[in-house]
């Protein structure tokens, strides 16, 4: 399963018509509301904001909106090309601006399709992984060999903060956990433990 490593775009012209895709990095159904929020009053201009979005780590939340375009042609079009991505916590967004020329509902599901397939290969993804917090306090005369085994493993969000004692704390892979705070249990004799 793949999220989204940050936001992308691509547009496209259509018979006239402007078709804009964007995709965000999300991950709950309160996040694609408020960004959908944004986006209408950022596009107020726009005869559509459409959407499509998946989210959990099974892809079990998803939802649609064709916002105003005839039932069917623009949402589930959208999600049924995320669907076939093996993608979550992704939320794409196409905005219409009506040029004058209708589409037609077979149209419709084409440019709208074509919009989030388009945003996809704009986009770069990484593996879902699921993270555990962690936090190390160490002295200063343990922190070159603790810096040392972090950088054997993969880190998110590692956060340093230097006082009579330093304070780190970060992400890691769930299935890294035990060994990592293992690994540095061993090294610095028992004298130092990693708090989940």
């Known amino acids: 399963m793949q999220i989204p490593k940050g936001i992308a775009s691509s547009e496209q012209i259509i018979k006239g018509s402007r078709f804009l895709s964007e995709l965000f990095p999300i991950s709950s159904q309160s996040e694609v509301r408020e960004k959908i929020k944004e986006q209408k009053q950022k596009y107020a201009d726009a005869t559509h904001v459409c959407h499509a979005f998946i989210c959990g780590k099974n892809a079990d939340i998803m939802g649609v909106s064709d916002d105003g375009e005839p039932g069917g042609t623009a949402g589930r079009p959208m999600l049924d090309v995320l669907k076939g991505r093996n993608v979550t916590n992704v939320l794409v967004t196409v905005t219409r601006w009506f040029g004058g020329t209708l589409l037609g509902t077979g149209g419709l599901?084409?440019?709208?399709?074509?919009?989030?397939?388009?945003?996809?290969?704009?986009a770069s993804f990484e593996e879902?992984?699921?993270?555990?917090?962690?936090?190390?306090?160490?002295?200063?005369?343990?922190?070159?060999l603790i810096k040392k085994l972090l950088e054997s493993?993969?880190?998110?969000?590692?956060?340093?903060?230097?006082?009579?004692?330093?304070?780190?704390?970060?992400?890691?892979?769930?299935?890294?956990?035990?060994d990592?705070?293992?690994r540095i249990f061993d090294a610095t004799n028992g004298k130092i433990s990693v708090r989940e």
């Not at 190390?136 to 070159?144: F, K, V």
């Not at 969000?157 to 230097?162: I, T, Y």
């Open 109 to 122: 599901v084409h440019a709208y399709g074509d919009g989030v397939k388009q945003v996809l290969e704009c």
């Open 153 to 178: 493993y993969e880190i998110y969000d590692l956060n340093e903060s230097f006082g009579e004692k330093i304070g780190l704390n970060g992400n890691i892979a769930k299935s890294a956990f035990k």
């Open 180 to 182: 990592f705070s293992e």
């Open 128 to 144: 879902l992984v699921e993270k555990t917090g962690f936090s190390i306090e160490t002295d200063y005369q343990q922190y070159n």
